[in-house]
């Protein structure tokens, strides 16, 4: 059984036997980045005609090839730590680099300024702390607006109970602040959350933020966030690129005067990689049957973070039938260590190698040592 997703992402034409030599090779789980498919990802984007400029979160995936053939596709990079304006700034400077993050210590802010980022703040705190740091700087403001979107409640980010963006009703008091030190608000954002599938949304975002910026006297650029989803289960329709692009032209041509920005992660980088791990183990508990595999929790979070679904297919044995129902489990000493809860495989056996599908974005970024277990290895091809 292979899902439709799968099928359509071009690892289905790449030879399996490749994959297969490839885990024969390396004993160890590897993450598996296809190139070519990152530059198709990013080329599709740039081919949009509404935004003005793009921005590739890394934290989706920092991978140096990754990070490089991205920017090499026109991207700016999108950065929320002093390490990921580091990795970013070997290949793009100034203007292009941005500086997004959240709760963050003063000592980042100044070394981002340093480094000519544009930088986002979204709370009050540091302009009136310290604002002297940011004296004659233009700076972007986050805003919330109110709500939240996106695949699950952890990967929300707007409406009360989230602690990003500056709440609507401070937004006075943050101009005040900013007068007081001469900064430049040039520049309204908001990123509502992950793997958003309704290309309305962005729409609505942008509409919300141009009303906004009737408020300033010198916005340029607004930024709507990243989110694009990537359908992960076999009921869930790919996102319409083309419907996205004519709403954000309609919106944008009510308020022509604004660069459009979007800061994707997940869309570039998700289906351009596989997570290849091995069968360790077969166990039969109960009505359960278990089949272990080299890589666990701590390669790849997302199933027991967010309930995330990711294909999982046995590489050695597809032409078999899909007839077992597994609990697809790694060896992290975890309950939560499940990377596929009921999902229908041939009959395993040790040594089988099993292919985990969109393994590209929040996989190897997200990775610990907990258990002292080396996460996934991360190869390119
Ligand atoms: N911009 C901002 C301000 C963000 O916080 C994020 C992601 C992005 C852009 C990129 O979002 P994307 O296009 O990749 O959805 N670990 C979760 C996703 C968390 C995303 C955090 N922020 C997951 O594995 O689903």
């Known amino acids: ?21 490839l885990a024969r ?37 920092s991978h140096p090839d990754v990070l490089q053939a991205i920017s090499e596709e026109g991207f700016g990079l999108e950065c929320v ?43 009050l705190h540091p302009l009136a702390h310290w604002g002297e740091a940011f004296r004659g700087r233009d700076i972007i403001l986050r805003v919330d607006l109110g709500v939240g979107r996106g695949h699950h409640d952890k990967v929300r980010t707007g409406g009360a109970g989230s602690k990003f963006g500056l709440a609507m009703d401070e937004i006075e008091t943050f101009r005040t602040l900013a007068r007081q030190h001469d900064v ?26 141009a009303a906004l910026a009737q408020r300033f006297t010198r916005i340029e650029a607004i930024n709507i966030g990243g989110g694009l989803g990537v359908p992960a289960r076999p009921d869930e329709a790919p996102m319409d690129l083309a ?6 032209a309609e919106i944008k041509a009510a308020y022509p005067q604004f660069q459009l920005w979007m800061e994707p992660g997940r869309y570039l980088v998700a289906e351009a990689g596989v997570l290849l791990t091995q069968v360790s183990q077969t166990k039969r508990k109960g009505d359960y049957r278990y089949v272990g595999l080299t890589a666990g929790m701590n390669s790849l979070i997302r199933p027991a973070l967010y309930d995330a679904w990711h294909e999982i297919v046995n590489l050695t044995r597809l032409e078999q039938p899909a007839d077992t129902l597994y609990q697809v489990v790694g060896p992290i000493c975890e309950s939560g260590d499940v990377l596929g809860a009921n999902r ?24 610990s040592h907990y258990n002292l277990r080396a996460p996934a290895q991360e190869i390119v091809i």
């Not at 993450?31 to 590739?56: I, K, M, Q």
């Not at 070997?90 to 000519?116: C, D, S």
């Not at 419907?243 to 954000?248: G, K, S, Y």
């Open 81 to 123: 730590s002093l390490e990921e304006l580091g990795a970013a700034s070997r290949l793009v400077k100034g203007g292009r680099l941005l500086f997004t993050p959240n709760f963050a210590p003063r000592a980042e802010y100044e070394a981002a300024l340093q480094m000519g980022a544009r930088v986002t703040l979204d709370n």
């Open 1 to 21: 059984y292979v899902g439709h997703h799968v099928r359509e992402t071009p690892w289905w034409q790449l030879r399996r036997t490749d994959l297969l030599e």
């Open 25 to 61: 090779q390396q004993a160890a789980p590897s993450y598996v980045y296809d190139l070519s498919t990152v530059r198709e990802r990013a080329r599709r984007l740039r081919a949009l005609s509404a935004p003005d400029r793009w921005f590739y979160a890394l934290k989706a995936n």
């Open 344 to 367: 229908k495989l041939p009959a395993c056996e040790e040594g089988d190698v099993i292919l985990i599908a969109q393994g590209g974005a929040y996989g190897a970024t997200m990775a």
């Open 243 to 248: 419907a996205l692009d004519a709403a954000l």
């Open 184 to 209: 430049h608000v040039v520049g309204l954002h908001a990123h509502l959350g992950s793997g958003i599938l309704d290309a309305g949304h962005w729409h609505e975002v942008y509409g919300q933020l």
